[in-house]
């Protein structure tokens, strides 16, 4: 049975960085793309970027490039997303999801994690 | 930068037909923009019900079906059910980045 488990819940200041980690089981980790996507309150989910868990390539919302990293370590069934000098905005709910690589087939995905950003 | 627009909120009977439909602003909606349909509840995960445009996950009903309708994404939902209530969002891949909609609220009425 597939899972995709995220890291807890968040809680950090202005300028911060977080990490929030996403761990798949079930299949080959290297099938796939991990996507992050957040959503904040009330708002619509918002794609921010992903990483092809076999080679690494990435690709990231052009709102978030320079404060967005993602990663993944193969060996641990397990892709990163981190988010530095997080801002007010950058509270939401933030979910990982799998895509068949290059296939546009999404599947599962994570239980969310809350990021709040406060002072 | 690209915008997928759908239509903020749409009402059926129960029993009834509704289609939704998602819309790229750059222009139409194509099959290779590999068009995924969510359904999302109050407090919960949005959960896929279609992918690349028009197939349906193992986990969702029959009466869930996508199609490309007038240059645009389209779900379609028939016979309605009171639970089929929800947010609708669709997510548009427009190379190398995918785009969610603002959504749809379908109220069940």
């Known amino acids: 049975q597939v899972h995709l488990v995220q890291s807890g819940t968040e809680v950090k200041k202005p300028g911060a960085s977080v990490q929030i980690s996403c761990k798949a089981s079930g299949d080959i980790f290297t099938k796939y793309g991990i996507h992050w996507v957040r959503q904040a309150p009330g708002r619509r989910p918002e794609w921010i970027g992903w990483i092809n868990a076999d080679n690494g390539d990435t690709q990231y919302c052009p709102s978030l490039q320079g404060r967005l990293t993602i990663t993944r370590d193969t060996s641990a069934s397990t892709a990163y997303m981190d988010l530095s000098s997080l801002r007010y905005e950058d509270t939401a709910v933030y979910f990982c999801a799998r895509e068949l690589f290059a296939s546009g087939i999404f599947d599962y995905g994570g239980q969310g994690t809350l990021v709040t950003v406060s002072s | 930068q690209t915008v997928v627009t759908q239509e903020p909120s749409l009402t059926v009977s129960p029993g009834g037909t509704v289609t939704l439909t998602c819309a790229f602003s750059t222009g139409a909606v194509t099959n290779i923009h590999w068009a995924n349909w969510f359904q999302q509840k109050p407090g919960q995960v949005p959960m896929p019900l279609i992918h690349t445009t028009n197939n349906r996950h193992s986990w969702t009903p029959a009466r869930f079906s996508g199609s490309l309708l007038g240059g645009k994404a389209a779900l379609t939902l028939s016979n309605v059910q009171p639970e089929d209530e929800a947010e609708y969002y669709c997510?548009?891949?427009?190379?190398?980045?995918?785009?969610f909609g603002g959504g749809t609220k379908l109220t069940v009425l």
């Open positions: 997510l548009l891949h427009d190379p190398p980045l995918w785009v």
